[in-house]
């Protein structure tokens, strides 16, 4: 019984970074000659949410996986673990709703006043809440989904601003969630990181050529 209890934790974890590793794939096939920058266009709503669950559950679960294992220790039970990881992305399907609404073709402009409306969005409080949120229990999928998207909200919106179905902000996108995800926040690491954030905006703006991948050829 204890030696079955001790390895729950390390068997949840091992799965959802597993899943979280099949859905990287999935989207590098989905998402395989989407990318055209501000001019990506999100297709059909059945496309983009299917993209967008696979996108979410790659890039999220990683950053999640100690708060699923430890809801499955909680709990006792290891069926605990795909229930609040299932709310927990249902919740991230509803803000593709939003995402699918709002994400049309657009210009450089649009691009970097969106990402630098995210760098300004790391330093409020309202950012330093939901962050803190998410290193404490919270409860539910529901409850910790609520929190993350409060948190990533302004990282969610640059990913959306420069390229939805680019694999690089893609990616560096996640590496940034999942790190404020697991690390606690630092004034030092998390200022420059704003004001970084906020220098590519006024970069996609003034000099949108010297990003690549930003915008196709014919613009």
């Keep these: 019984m204890e030696s079955r209890r001790a ?5 949840v974890l091992a799965a959802t970074l597993g899943l979280a590793a099949t859905c990287w794939v999935i989207a590098v096939w989905l998402m395989d000659g989407m990318d055209m920058g501000v001019a990506t266009r999100p297709g059909s709503f059945g496309f983009f949410a299917l993209a967008w669950v696979t996108m979410m559950a790659a890039m999220m679960l990683p950053g999640a996986a100690p708060a699923v294992a430890r809801q499955a220790q909680v709990r006792g039970r290891v069926r605990a673990a795909p ?10 399907a509803l803000a593709g709703v939003v ?7 657009h210009g450089s402009l649009a691009a970097g006043a969106v990402v630098i409306a995210a760098g300004a969005y790391e330093l409020t409080p309202v950012k330093r809440y939901f962050r803190r949120r998410c290193h404490e229990d919270a409860g539910s999928g529901l409850k910790f989904g609520l929190c993350c ?4 909200i302004g990282l969610m919106a640059m990913l959306l601003a420069v390229g939805v179905m680019s694999l690089f902000w893609m990616a560096a996108v996640a590496v940034l969630a999942c790190a404020q995800k697991l690390l606690p926040a ?3 690491i998390d200022v420059p990181l ?9 970069l996609i703006i003034f000099a949108p050529s010297q990003i690549p991948g930003l915008t196709p050829p014919m613009m």
């Design 7 to 11: 390895a729950t934790p390390a068997t």
């Design 99 to 105: 995402a699918y609404a709002l994400e049309r073709p």
């Design 186 to 188: 630092k004034a030092t």
């Design 83 to 92: 229930l609040f990881a299932g709310s927990y992305l249902a919740v991230w």
């Design 149 to 152: 998207v409060g948190s990533c």
């Design 194 to 202: 704003a004001l970084a954030i906020v220098w590519l905006g006024l």
